[in-house]
Nanobody, 126 residues
Framework: QVQLVESGGGVVQAGDSLRLSCATS????????MGWFRQAPGKDREFVSV??????DYADFVKGRFTISRDNAEKALILQMNNLAPDDTAVYYC?????????????????????WGQGTQVTVSS
């Protein structure tokens, strides 16, 4: 049974950093596409970052500030977020799927992922 549990969210000021972690069980790291989405109040869920068999991809609004990585020993997915801004305020979700794949130049969308964590709140004050 696949389980994804996010942690590391919190309340920070603009310019600060946070490190989100997604503890996994039932996930084969080398077979699953994994990533992060976020949802701000009143908005749809939006893509943040993904790591699949061939590449790492980021949404334009986080490039240069966020870094995704996999801790194979701990079986965790990490999102290091630097230079946070108020617009980054959202619930951040860890996602995983064994069957999805999009080629280079094609962005992942929420419907591509079957497994979702419960989310962790990130609030950035100005």
């Amino acid at each position: 049974q696949v389980q994804l549990v996010e942690s590391g969210g919190g309340v920070v000021q603009a310019g600060d950093s946070l490190r989100l972690s997604c503890a996994t069980s039932g996930v084969s790291f080398n077979k699953y596409v994994m990533g992060w989405f976020r949802q701000a109040p009143g908005k749809d869920r939006e893509f943040v970052s993904v790591v699949d068999q061939n590449r790492i991809d980021y949404a334009d609004f986080v490039k240069g500030r966020f870094t995704i990585s996999r801790d194979n020993a701990e079986k965790a997915l990490i999102l290091q977020m630097n230079n946070l801004a108020p617009d980054d305020t959202a619930v951040y979700y860890c996602v995983a799927d064994p069957n999805t794949f999009r080629g280079t130049g094609h962005s992942y969308v929420a419907d591509d992922f079957y497994f979702w964590g419960q989310g962790t709140q990130v609030t950035v004050s100005s």
